[in-house]
């Protein structure tokens, strides 16, 4: 309702496309989408009962799934809004149903920033998953999967230790787990279509800075427009964004933000 109200104090006469947008936020937002078990181990009934749940975000990914941010953006007639809104998810063709979701999200706090950030977040799993008697190997890269008919069986450590197991999960890239771990032996036209392709996601360039002082009463998230565009690998930027990490204590000393 905030958003809506000020994006309508801003731009008045773009009262209809905003309520289209905020609707489609709505909608997100009935939508829900957390699944309790992976897909592979759902019945005929927990495929039913997911459909319901998620028939309003299906409706919602038909509408606005092709739709990326700049092309909706020019529906705006207030200048301010045509340039600033496709700032907020600055990648090209970013469809508008990853907006839409992610604000979604965050409003059913589903999704946000976790206090400490992610060593922090990455902790609590670690302590979860030690509290239920697992065990962690740290610095042992994976080199190879171990593979007997066609089933994997196991893991081989880069310093050629061996260690089998029911069921062996990759949480690598799925590049080094097809054509590295496995060996490029279990490849298909569909999955070989992913890397040649599938167009490269744009790299992201961030640079950290601790600054000695504190930035109280500014936002946490900026946007600068540059008075001269900026090409860094071959793409032209017209501004920078500034995160101002005053809403995290953990992060640095008081009195000093990064």
Same mark, same amino acid.
């Not at 977040?121 to 190879?144: M, N, T």
């Not at 360039?205 to 565009?229: H, T």
């Given at each position: 309702?905030?958003?809506?109200?000020?994006?309508?104090?801003?731009?008045?006469?773009?009262?209809?496309?905003?309520?289209?947008?905020?609707?489609?936020?709505?909608?997100?937002?009935?939508?829900?989408?957390?699944?309790?078990?992976?897909?592979?181990?759902?019945?005929?009934?927990?495929?039913?009962?997911?459909?319901?749940?998620?028939?309003?975000?299906?409706?919602?990914?038909?509408?606005?799934?092709?739709?990326?941010?700049?092309?909706?953006?020019?529906?705006?007639?207030?200048?301010?809004?045509?340039?600033?809104?496709?700032?907020?998810?600055?990648?090209?063709?970013?469809?508008?149903?990853?907006?839409?979701?992610?604000?979604?999200?965050?409003?059913?706090?589903?999704?946000?920033?976790?206090?400490?950030?992610?060593? #922090?977040?990455?902790?609590?799993?670690?302590?979860?998953?030690?509290?239920? @008697?697992? &065990? =962690? *190997?740290?610095?042992? $890269?994976?080199?190879?999967?171990?593979?007997?008919?066609?089933?994997?069986?196991?893991?081989?450590?880069?310093?050629?230790?061996?260690?089998?197991?029911?069921?062996?999960?990759?949480?690598?890239?799925?590049?080094?787990?097809?054509?590295?771990?496995?060996?490029?032996?279990?490849?298909?036209?569909?999955?070989?279509?992913?890397?040649?392709?599938?167009?490269?996601?744009?790299?992201?360039?961030?640079?950290?800075?601790?600054?000695?002082?504190?930035?109280?009463?500014l936002p946490p998230s900026i946007i600068y427009p540059?008075? #001269?565009?900026?090409t860094i690998a071959g793409r032209e930027h017209k501004?920078? @964004?500034? &995160? =101002? *990490?005053?809403?995290? $204590?953990?992060?640095?000393?008081?009195?000093?933000?990064?």
């Amino acid at each position: 309702d905030r958003l809506e109200q000020h994006m309508k104090e801003l731009a008045p006469a773009d009262k209809k496309v905003i309520e289209e947008f905020i609707q489609g936020i709505r909608a997100c937002i009935r939508s829900d989408l957390p699944i309790e078990k992976a897909p592979e181990l759902y019945g005929r009934i927990d495929g039913l009962k997911l459909l319901s749940k998620m028939s309003p975000f299906l409706r919602v990914m038909r509408k606005w799934k092709r739709i990326p941010i700049q092309d909706f953006a020019k529906r705006f007639s207030d200048p301010f809004l045509r340039q600033a809104f496709p700032l907020s998810f600055d990648l090209p063709d970013f469809p508008m149903m990853g907006m839409l979701a992610t604000l979604a999200w965050m409003h059913n706090k589903s999704a946000g920033y976790p206090v400490g950030g992610s060593l #922090e977040f990455s902790r609590a799993i670690e302590r979860r998953y030690l509290d239920s @008697g697992g &065990e =962690i *190997h740290y610095r042992s $890269p994976v080199s190879k999967i171990l593979v007997e008919n066609d089933k994997a069986v196991g893991v081989r450590l880069a310093d050629g230790t061996k260690h089998r197991g029911n069921i062996v999960i990759s949480a690598a890239d799925g590049h080094s787990t097809v054509f590295d771990m496995l060996e490029g032996k279990y490849i298909n036209d569909k999955i070989r279509g992913y890397y040649d392709k599938l167009p490269v996601f744009p790299p992201l360039v961030q640079v950290a800075l601790g600054v000695a002082r504190s930035f109280e009463g500014l936002p946490p998230s900026i946007i600068y427009p540059l008075e #001269e565009p900026v090409t860094i690998a071959g793409r032209e930027h017209k501004s920078v @964004g500034v &995160e =101002i *990490h005053n809403f995290d $204590p953990t992060l640095a000393p008081q009195g000093k933000t990064v």
